[in-house]
């Protein structure tokens, strides 16, 4: 995969995460909505290509990326959310997971059941669950472990609160999370190659299978729902750190096959400037994809 400006893909990835937000019903809402502002941004597209075939500039916005788009909702409203997407390029995933198939593990959701229901991504150590639910590193390395085994892609949530950044410890709090969430999962060819897995297209679209080994989210804990986003150098700086440790983890070829997205109160006010910083591949969006019209916003920013 060509990575431009630092950058991984050519067109970005919006991973909204509901939370416990949404009803079944609700959220086929939400989707028929958002496969309406699909269509319609897909017609008005072909109308500028069309209208625009000797003029470049119609041209190249009517080429202009969408962002793959993944939905995270709570586990019982992700089977209205399989349903309702049938058909479309919108992907889906779970908010969490056990990290065995099955067993005695009363009131936890089996990957297992994931795959079944077509989710193709799930995200590992948000943190909430660290803070609230007491997940570890550990725990989260033995889920990582299992959905790469899945064949399902994890989103590795990594982030300091404001109390690490404050005493200078994000750098080591961030590569620490990363390390201990990888450690089951890397050298001995549990991640998959590119290809035999999938990888991005060259045109950045995530196939089937989720198409990447891993997405690691880099969310600092204090921009997480306060509407406080980290600057754009703070991102910057943690994203290449993250992308130098994942090189060097992972070795370079199997990075490269790897987004790293931002979260922390992203809106579509504030999209264009954060997907401009180099190694920023995408978003992890709370609030602001909850709301069908500025999720679907997000999505159409482009590099
Ligand atoms: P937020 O949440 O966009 O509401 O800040 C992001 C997240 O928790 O993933």
Redesign the pocket.
């Given at each position: 995969m060509k990575r431009a400006e630092g950058k991984l893909l050519h067109r970005p990835l919006c991973l909204g995460?509901w939370k416990m937000n949404k009803s079944p019903q609700e959220a086929r809402a939400f989707c028929q909505e958002l496969k309406s502002l699909l269509e319609e941004a897909q017609t008005s597209h072909a109308a500028s290509a069309a209208i625009g075939a000797s003029d470049k500039t119609a041209k190249s916005s009517a080429t202009q990326p969408l962002a793959q788009m993944v939905l995270l909702p709570p586990a019982l409203t992700l089977w209205a959310v399989a349903e309702s997407l049938q058909g479309t390029e919108i992907a889906y995933g779970g908010q969490n997971c056990h990290f065995e198939i099955s067993g005695a593990f009363t009131g936890e959701n089996s990957p297992k059941v994931l795959q079944e229901v077509g989710a193709q991504y799930c995200l590992v150590g948000?943190s909430e669950r660290r803070k609230l639910f007491h997940e570890t590193n550990d725990l989260c390395a033995q889920k990582l472990k299992a959905l790469i085994e899945l064949g399902l892609t994890p989103i590795l949530c990594v982030g300091e609160s404001l109390e690490e950044r404050q005493s200078g410890r994000t750098e080591a709090l961030v590569l620490e999370q990363l390390r201990e969430g990888l450690k089951l999962a890397k050298g001995d060819g549990r991640f998959k190659t590119p290809g035999t897995q999938g990888s991005a297209t060259p045109q950045g679209q995530a196939v089937p299978g989720g198409g990447f080994p891993l997405i690691v989210a880099y969310?600092p804990v204090w921009?997480?729902?306060t509407g406080q986003v980290a600057t754009v150098e703070q991102v910057g700086e943690v994203h290449q750190l993250l992308r130098q440790e994942l090189d060097q983890l992972l070795g370079s070829e199997l990075s490269q096959n790897i987004p790293l997205v931002y979260?922390?109160?992203?809106k579509p006010e504030n999209g264009a400037e954060l997907l401009a910083i180099p190694a920023v591949d995408g978003f992890?969006?709370?609030?602001?994809s909850l709301d069908a019209k500025s999720f679907f916003a997000l999505a159409q920013l482009g590099f």
């Open positions: 995460n948000h969310e921009a997480i729902g979260g922390g109160s992203v992890l969006i709370g609030g602001a």
